[in-house]
């Protein structure tokens, strides 16, 4: 069994209908890249930046040393795009020593991610000019958590604008059209998509947070852990809205929370429309061998039902025909 998943690894994601899927891989460490070209992922659809920034015993990483690293990642990848998030600390994640924290408090509705970052321009520009620089090295591609606001929007694109002047006057290498894109796990930017549609050049659905918001259960608090649930309808409805935005306007739109990891969700992300999956390297495989064994057009017939479903028994009937 595990030796027959193995030789998927060599086989090319496609629907038994023949729509193509790109497989990529989430990273917490540039090493874990080599999991992604093991297994013939096609990028890296994720890449917590964060993680370099956790250690409680290390100041931050500067700009040479976060380059190294980003460097590191996108050379791995040999060509292939490596979405690096910009920092995304907040209530379950801790920043080491050296960054100024006491601001962020440990709500999930606090000052996280990218509100943290444009309130720390220093840091969030170090960032982005570490991560300019690896982009002379392969496909790095810059990607901003927790996106809500407009005003966020403009002044995250003015640092960038600002980071590769930076690097213009020293005259250092950088691609200066890498590609920037945003994740969709704010409802409220999920209501207002035609906005980051027009503004980035790829999305990505962070459906851990996507839930947590938009059903108002905190990701860590046990107390509420029965309610988090990805069947939500209003959940459903969301993801399949913003797919069919993003098709029918041409952005790349990736789905990079667990629920596209989850090789039982597969027909049902398929159905919707996906075609970019981004997930922890050990469940690439599984998810593979079920898009091999499905039919994107039929599953695609069963979506207007399932989205209509608020009833228990209704949903599970139009399941029936989603899931594995
Ligand atoms: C998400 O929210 O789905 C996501 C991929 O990011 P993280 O889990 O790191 O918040
Ligand atoms: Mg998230």
């Not at 193509?20 to 093991?38: G, K, R, S, T």
């Not at 006057?169 to 998509?193: D, H, K, S, T, W």
């Not at 990701?219 to 409805?237: S, W």
Request: hydrophobic share 45%; aromatic share 4%; proline share 5%.
């Amino acid at each position: 069994e595990t030796h027959k998943l193995q030789q998927l690894k060599h086989s090319k994601a496609a629907t038994v209908d023949g729509v193509a899927i790109e497989l990529m891989v989430n990273i917490e460490q540039p090493e874990d890249a080599i999991h992604a070209v093991e297994l013939g992922a096609v990028g890296v659809g994720l890449f917590r930046s964060e993680f370099l920034f956790m250690d409680p015993d290390q100041a931050l990483p500067d700009e040479e040393k976060q380059y190294q690293e980003y460097r590191r990642a996108v050379e791995l990848m040999n060509g292939l795009p490596v979405n690096i998030r910009t920092i995304d600390v907040g209530a379950d994640k801790a920043l080491g020593a050296g960054a100024d924290l006491s601001q962020t408090g440990t709500s999930p509705l606090g000052l996280r991610a990218i509100r943290w970052s444009l309130t720390e321009p220093e840091i969030f520009l170090t960032q982005l000019r570490a991560i300019l620089r690896a982009s002379a090295h392969g496909q790095a591609r810059i990607m901003i958590p927790m996106l809500a606001h407009v005003q966020e929007i403009d002044e995250t694109l003015r640092l960038i604008e600002k980071a590769k002047q930076q690097l213009h006057q020293r005259g250092q290498a950088f691609n200066a059209n890498i590609p920037v894109g945003a994740m969709i796990e704010i409802p409220a930017a999920a209501l207002i998509l035609p906005l980051f549609l027009k503004r980035f050049d790829f999305l990505s659905i962070g459906t851990n947070d996507l839930i947590q918001y938009t059903l108002a259960i905190d990701r860590a608090d046990h107390a509420v852990a029965h309610l988090y649930d990805p069947m939500h309808p209003a959940i459903l409805n969301l993801m399949a809205n913003i797919i069919d935005q993003a098709k029918r306007a041409n952005v790349p739109v990736a789905v990079c929370g667990e629920m596209a990891g989850d090789p039982g969700l597969t027909r049902l992300l398929l159905g919707m429309g996906l075609t970019d999956f981004s997930m922890h390297f050990s469940q690439l495989l599984l998810v593979k061998r079920e898009i091999l064994k499905a039919n994107a057009g039929e599953l695609k017939t069963h979506i207007p039902a399932l989205l209509m479903a608020f009833e228990p028994e209704e949903q599970a009937s139009a399941l029936q025909h989603l899931l594995a």
